[in-house]
């Protein structure tokens, strides 16, 4: 026997039919089963690209050879080692105040290369 949803399906089947005719009805599933297989295969790509990145490259990469021997700086030591090599002094500044001392530095710097 036919339960609630089957009924639901069915009505929304005859709604369909009655609206757009059956002339309408190919399209309509032509361009649901492409729907479809655009949903695929984006999910597809999207596994293979999870499963690249969860597993571990084979393939080898070619850096310079400065950036091999550098471990990965924070926010902050890369703020306090460019304030030092544009001669700020930051002892007892906050991150605001060194980050505006470096804008403006970079600033007079920039208009007297011009």
Known sequence: MLE?????IIGVVAIVIIMWG??????????????????????KEFTDAAMTT???????TITA???QAQPLKSKDEMLLETARNLGI???GKTR???TEEINAKVKLLGSSAA
Not at 4 to 8: T, Y
Not at 54 to 60: G, N, V
């Open 89 to 91: 002094s930051t002892s």
């Open 54 to 60: 969860a597993s571990p490259q084979t393939t080898t």
């Open 96 to 98: 605001e105040q060194i």
């Open 22 to 43: 059956p002339a309408k009805i190919p399209e309509f599933a032509k361009a649901l089963g492409k729907a479809k297989g655009e949903f695929s295969k984006a999910q």
């Open 4 to 8: 609630g949803w089957e009924w639901l």
């Open 65 to 67: 050879p400065s950036l």
